[in-house]
Every structure is written in C-alpha cells, then in structure tokens.
C-alpha cells in the first residue's frame, strides 16, 4: 500500500479477534483503536492486540479519526453503525449480514454511497482457492448455461449454545434478528447468489423442530427460480447434538452437462471442489483438491458446544482486507462492496417473507411491505 491506513474496530467479540490477525499482518496497516461499550473489554482487547487506543463509544472512536472502521458487533446494530460510520467520511467494513432485513440495509448502503465512502461487506469464503477456480469455470462458460444448484448447510449447535449465559442475543428475533438463515447460512447465501445468481422468485418454509426452546429458524427449506432460467434448492439445519460432521456445500449444474461443487467439511475448513466433472479436467482438479485437502486449512476449528477457540488461519480475511487496502489506494477492483452485500439479505428477506406469508416472493424485492 501507498500510505499508511489506521485501522478501528468496533466490537471485541470472537470475530474481531480474526479482524485484527488478519489487518496485523497486512504492510501498511496500523491497529489504531478498538471500541467497546464495556470499558474494560476494550482495553484489554487493545492490549492483546497491540491496539494503540481504546474507546468505550462510537462517537469517541470517529472523534479519534481512524481512516477505516471495521465493524464486528451482533447483526442488528450493522446498519446505525454503518450510518454513523460512513455518515462521518470514514471508510468501513462490516462483517456478515449487512444487515438482517432489506429495508435498513438499502438505507445504510445509500448513506455510505452518498457520504463518498467506501463500504465493503466481509464474505471470505469467496476467497478459498476452490471458490475462486469454480468461479471462474461458470464465467469461462465451461459449465454452458446453469441451469440448477443446491446449497446445503447442515451445522451442529448444541443447545448450550444459545444459553442467555453465553450469548444473551443469541436465538431471539429482538437480539440475532433471525436464526440459521442470518447467521451460519449467509455465507452460503452469498456464494450461491456469487455463482448463479441472480434469481426470479423464492418459495420457503423454516422451523425450530431441532432446537425448541429458541424463537428463531434452526431448519430451512426453500426452492428458488434463477433469473436466467433454472433452479436452486437451499436446504438448512442445525444439529442440536455436537458432531465434526457438519458442511456446508453448493453444487452447479449447467446446460451442458458439466457439473461441479464446492464443499467445506468440517465446519471452518477450507472449502474444496469435492466435485468435478468438466470433461479433460477432472485429474487436475482431483490433484489440487488432494493437496489441499493434506493441508487441512481451518478459518476455524468448532469445538465442544460449538465454542470456536482462536482461528487458526486468517488467509482469506487477509485476501479481502489486501483486496480492500488496494481499491482505497490505487482505484483497483473491490467486488464485495454494500450494494453487493445487499444481494444476500434481500434473499434473506425472501426466505422469511415467503415463510410468513406463504407465498413465493417474486424480484425485485419492495422493502417496504
């Protein structure tokens, strides 16, 4: 980078701890200041990670002026935080969803647009290797047309995850603003509406079946129709019993015959194209996928009740912020920006309205019913 970038965060849960792993080892980067409405969580939080300030309120934090604020606090507060951040002239990155309903997200994508910030929106998965060589064979055209997809994520959450003891917010509408669909799916949300989006209409059912005593959706089931013609199966479930089996995968289908996937097996590692049948490619892809594979890559390792202890691997954090640093420095392509980050909550927003009307949900999508 061309200039040194003071970087804040907001927020200093588990997520923040990767947010500042992966910006700490970034050329350019100074860890300028953390916030936290709990004084002491966010000095100790700046001490573990070298941060030279800490800040118990936003407005101190935008007063202090970093040039980026990275925002890592529960879903509800993305879009006010968004708008005081952006609305101030700084530059921000959120973490996923941008938001958990379509409305405060379109307007929280127009403050930052009209403020002349940048707003970007963290999906990292896109940056495994896998999902970057599937992506380019569906805009090669060596799939042809597609034509069907599936997403599938099936996670174990034991029920002592959703305890008021650990995580008040957790399992509430109020609190996490939905269940399975905004906060263990919506990185599949994103790489499915990546790869085949956009869609036309969507038809979905949730339930709690598996996990009662919570308020939010634990099991989701929804077709959808691909604006190019074509459809897509989304199938969701949390496992209230703690295994290492879960994944999450999405399989494409094209006009031509040809089909591929992507699978991350167990939760947190690294996704691979489990799946390849493109004609004269497939000992290649089996080649990479075994090397990749003997590496066992982990954003993060799930264990006991769902607990996630320090990631272990911050390569794809650190390729979105990389990506990030160099549009705000040279101008160059930055893909994962608000409007795109719009793309998968509107298809949130589809998934419970169609749930709670009973209806399909047709695009595009008013906000305002």
């Given at each position: 980078?061309s200039?040194?970038?003071?970087?804040?965060i907001?927020?200093?849960?588990?997520?923040?701890?990767?947010?500042?792993m992966?910006?700490?080892?970034?050329e350019?980067?100074e860890l300028?200041?953390v916030?936290?409405?709990?004084?002491?969580?966010a000095?100790a939080f700046?001490e573990?990670?070298?941060?030279?300030?800490?800040y118990?309120t936003?407005h101190?934090?935008?007063?202090a002026k970093?040039?980026?604020?990275?925002?890592c606090?529960p879903?509800?507060?993305?879009?006010?935080?968004i708008?005081?951040?952006?609305?101030?002239?700084?530059?921000?990155?959120?973490e996923k969803?941008?938001?958990v309903?379509?409305a405060?997200?379109?307007q929280?994508?127009?403050?930052?647009?009209?403020?002349?910030?940048?707003?970007?929106?963290i999906?990292?998965?896109?940056?495994?290797?896998?999902?970057?060589?599937?992506?380019?064979?569906?805009e090669?055209?060596?799939l042809?047309?597609?034509?069907?997809?599936?997403?599938?994520?099936h996670y174990?959450r034991?029920?002592?995850?959703f305890?008021?003891?650990r995580?008040?917010?957790?399992?509430?509408?109020?609190?996490?603003?939905?269940?399975v669909?905004?906060?263990?799916?919506?990185h599949?949300?994103?790489?499915?509406?990546?790869?085949?989006?956009?869609?036309?209409?969507l038809y979905?059912k949730?339930d709690?079946?598996s996990?009662?005593t919570?308020?939010?959706?634990?099991?989701?089931?929804?077709?959808?129709?691909?604006?190019?013609?074509?459809?897509?199966?989304?199938?969701?479930?949390?496992?209230?019993?703690q295994t290492?089996k879960?994944?999450?995968?999405?399989?494409?289908?094209?006009?031509?015959?040809?089909?591929?996937?992507?699978?991350?097996?167990?939760?947190?590692?690294?996704?691979?194209?489990?799946?390849?049948?493109i004609?004269?490619?497939?000992d290649e892809?089996?080649?990479?996928?075994?090397?990749e594979?003997?590496?066992?890559?982990?954003m993060?390792?799930v264990?006991?009740?769902g607990?996630?202890p320090?990631?272990?691997?911050?390569?794809?954090?650190?390729?979105q912020?990389?990506?990030?640093?160099?549009?705000?420095?040279?101008?160059?392509d930055?893909?994962?920006?608000?409007?795109?980050?719009l793309?998968?909550?509107?298809?949130?927003?589809?998934?419970?309205?169609?749930?709670?009307?009973?209806?399909?949900i047709?695009?595009?999508i008013?906000?305002?019913?």
């Open positions: 980078m200039k040194i970038r003071k970087l804040a907001v927020g200093t849960g588990n997520i923040a701890r990767v947010h500042a992966a910006c700490s080892e970034i350019g980067v300028y200041a916030c936290d409405q709990d004084g002491e969580r000095r700046a573990a990670w070298h941060f030279a300030k800490h118990d936003v101190a934090l935008i007063e970093p040039d980026v604020i990275s925002i606090t879903h509800r507060s993305h879009p006010s935080l708008e005081q951040v952006t609305g101030a002239g700084i530059t921000c990155m959120v969803p941008l938001a309903d379509l405060s997200a379109r929280a994508v127009e403050v930052a647009r009209n403020s002349g910030t940048t707003l970007g929106v999906f990292q998965r896109r940056y495994w290797p896998a999902a970057q060589r599937l992506k380019k064979a569906i090669e055209g060596r042809g047309r597609i034509i069907q997809a599936e997403c599938t994520v174990s034991t029920p002592a995850y305890s008021p003891e995580s008040p917010w957790r399992g509430t509408w109020e609190g996490e603003g939905g269940g669909v905004v906060n263990q799916a919506s599949a949300l994103d790489m499915l509406q990546w790869l085949v989006g956009p869609f036309s209409s979905a949730w709690n079946a996990h009662p919570v308020e939010v959706d634990t099991m989701v089931a929804a077709t959808a129709a691909l604006a190019g013609g074509g459809l897509t199966t989304i199938s969701f479930g949390l496992n209230p019993r290492d879960g994944f999450f995968e999405v399989v494409v289908y094209g006009d031509n015959g040809n089909w591929a996937s992507i699978r991350e097996e167990p939760e947190g590692a690294f996704g691979l194209n489990t799946q390849w049948e004609p004269g490619e497939e892809i089996r080649r990479l996928t075994e090397a594979h003997a590496q066992d890559k982990r993060y390792r264990v006991e009740e607990r996630k320090p990631e272990l691997n911050s390569d794809c954090y650190r390729a912020y990389q990506e990030f640093f160099d549009h705000l420095d040279s101008g160059s930055y893909s994962l920006t608000g409007e795109e980050g793309k998968s909550v509107e298809i949130i927003e589809a998934i419970y309205r169609s749930a709670r009307t009973g209806a399909p047709d695009w595009p008013d906000a305002t019913t």
